[in-house]
């Protein structure tokens, strides 16, 4: 059947692509049917990344950070304070230090920064306050490639019953010293790797105020006019231990229509299609492809919705910025482990307490957001001007493209899925040397994207053609 026009044993033993994770699914094509599978590389100094993030420094970070007693955005930050190690102004020099150590260790390849503010008065704020964001910059070692950022972020902020208690224990040990942790371990860990993009490692503050953290950083990244491809927000991501948890699944969220969206671009979607193909959403479905390849011990699970009811989070402010951004979060959240003053009343124990939570798991959260990074850190950028031709009525589609201005796109995919299947199902591979490829399928049927891959296979996110007529 030709059906696929698939190249791939030519990719393969040319650019020395392996199968791995393979993703077979059946695509139905002018009434027949076609076994495919996404085979893509898997790079071993990534996969040796990912065996190196330890459960044990994963469980000493959460339980250090349970150990400054609150970190309540309000709480203490004076120089006492953090002398006596209590309070937010302790966990913050810690997260600092922790970053400068990671960055003594690959001969100063992290540059540790800082980004404070004064928060004025608001609903949870009754007094201006400092709020500090710190992160660590590892970037990139292509002039080029460098500019094309990709975060990781946590918040390191923690409350209890009351979100203006700055004095009362709130251990935070899920909510959100487990996302913490895990932009800790992604740094410690990718930081001994060569990426040519720039990759930053963040902790915010003030989420519980209002996300003030991240607003202050989505801004500035904005304003700096930095090309943040990519935000993996890691909050609850501890794998709370109650009955009914599922170990081995991890939620991403991503918004439907982008939050910028304009109100042609809404008209178009009311017409065509594509609410389910935010940016945000594309790199929900990266982050699953690259779990299927990189194999981190937990599953991704697709979540088409911006956040869980009644509940936001620091991906929103990189959203509403007009960024790609996505939230991690556990399968299932018992809610008397958050958000509630350390307590046992009638027999059952309320609190954000390090033993409810599973470090291996946390773990695992941190091994899928250093594989999408890492192969985000090393493909080119993404293809350009991508275009869908609908000049004409026709059965097949033919779409064009610009290469990627890093001009290390080898490859090219496009891919497409029905309009009604969640994730990519099908894709035919492009010669580098070519910008423009027709496929046997009605763009009537389906929805496409085209990626460019390096000479070693890494694959940039998918970008989604505007029609062209
Ligand atoms: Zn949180």
């Keep these: 059947m030709s059906c696929c026009r698939q190249s791939l044993p030519a990719e393969r033993s040319r650019a020395g692509f392996v199968e791995r994770g393979i993703f077979a699914l059946i695509v139905f094509l002018n009434g027949a049917a076609a076994a495919q599978s996404l085979p893509s590389y898997v790079d071993p100094e990534i996969t040796g990344a990912l065996r ?42 810690w997260i600092r230090s922790e970053f400068e150590r990671y960055a003594r260790d690959c001969s100063g ?171 945000s959403r594309t790199l929900a479905r990266y982050i699953t492809a690259s779990a299927r390849l990189y194999q981190p011990g937990i599953t991704p699970v697709l979540e088409f919705r911006l956040d869980r009811y009644l509940r936001g989070g620091d991906h929103i402010s990189f959203n509403r910025e007009g960024f790609a951004a996505v939230r991690l979060t556990e399968f299932r959240e018992n809610f008397n482990h958050q958000h509630q003053n350390p ?52 059965n097949e589609s033919t779409l064009h493209w610009e290469p990627p201005p890093d001009g290390r796109g080898a490859v090219y995919r496009i891919l497409w899925r029905s309009t009604s299947a969640p994730d990519w199902e099908s894709l035919q591979s492009v010669a580098g040397s070519l910008t423009r490829a027709t496929v046997p399928v009605s763009k009537d049927n389906v929805i496409f994207a085209v990626q460019a891959l390096d000479e070693a296979g890494h694959r940039s996110l998918p970008v989604l053609p505007s029609p062209e007529r």
């Excluded at 090309?227 to 939620?251: C, E, H, M, T, Y």
């Design 52 to 93: 190196e993030i330890s459960t044990g420094q994963i469980q000493s970070d959460i339980e250090k950070l349970v150990g400054f007693e609150t970190r309540s955005t309000l709480s203490a930050q004076d120089p006492a304070s953090i002398g006596s190690g209590r309070g937010i102004g302790a966990a913050r020099q």
């Design 109 to 279: 390849c992290l540059e540790v920064k800082t980004d404070s503010f004064i928060e004025p008065i608001g609903e949870r704020i009754p007094a201006p306050t400092e709020l500090t964001n710190v992160y660590a910059v590892l970037k990139g070692t292509s002039s080029e490639d460098s500019r094309r950022i990709v975060v990781v972020t946590g918040h390191y902020d923690s409350r209890n019953s009351n979100p203006t208690d700055g004095s009362g224990p709130a251990p935070g040990a899920n909510d959100d010293a487990s996302g913490t942790a895990v932009s800790l371990e992604c740094a410690r860990v990718l930081s001994k790797l060569k990426f040519p993009g720039t990759i930053i490692f963040l902790a915010v503050s003030g989420e519980e105020e209002g996300l003030y953290g991240s607003k202050h950083f989505a801004e500035l990244a904005r304003r700096s006019g930095w090309q943040v491809q990519a935000v993996l927000s890691n909050d609850i991501v501890g794998g709370d231990r109650s009955p009914g948890q599922d170990p081995k699944r991890v939620r991403v969220f991503s918004e439907s229509i982008a939050y910028q969206a304009s109100e042609k671009d809404i008209r178009m979607i009311r017409a065509l299609g594509g609410e389910n193909d935010s940016p």
């Design 343 to 394: 307590r046992t009343e009638n027999g059952t124990e309320y609190g954000d307490l390090a033993k409810f939570v599973d470090f291996e798991y946390v773990a695992n959260v941190a091994r899928v957001n250093a594989a999408a990074l890492a192969e985000l850190g090393r493909a080119p950028g993404p293809p350009e001007n991508v275009r869908l031709e609908t000049r004409g009525l026709a």
